[in-house]
């Protein structure tokens, strides 16, 4: 079991920048892979970013690519999203999710649905 906690949610001025921090507690952090996905509301949850259980890969929606960064520290349990040159479309609420790849021949996981743990989410709301 994984428990995820995001954190650095808020309200920001288009062109800001926030970071987005995901905590997380049980086992064995460093063999998960994770995902940021974001929902807006009256919309389905999106991909927006996920970073190998390793730290060896990173896969980012085309809508954040050159925007967002995605990185992680194993020794601190944490990921992280920098989000840069933030727009109102990006107004959301943002989620970390965790699934074990370590085992797998890959390394990074697009979609919702082949995540198992996500946290309650962190609400970003950009300004014009």
Known sequence: QVQ????????V???GSLRLSCVASGR????????????????EREFVATIAWNGGGTYYANSVKGRFTISRDN???TAYLQMNNLKPEDTAVYYC???DLKSSIVAMREKADE???WGKGTQVTVST
Request: hydrophobic share 40%; glycine share 16%.
């Open 75 to 77: 020794a601190k349990n």
């Open 115 to 117: 995540y198992d743990y």
């Open 97 to 99: 999710a965790a699934v």
């Open 13 to 15: 001025q288009a062109g």
């Open 28 to 43: 064995a952090f460093s063999n998960y892979c994770i995902g940021w996905f974001r929902q807006a509301p009256g919309k």
């Open 4 to 11: 995820l906690v995001e954190s650095g949610g808020g309200l």
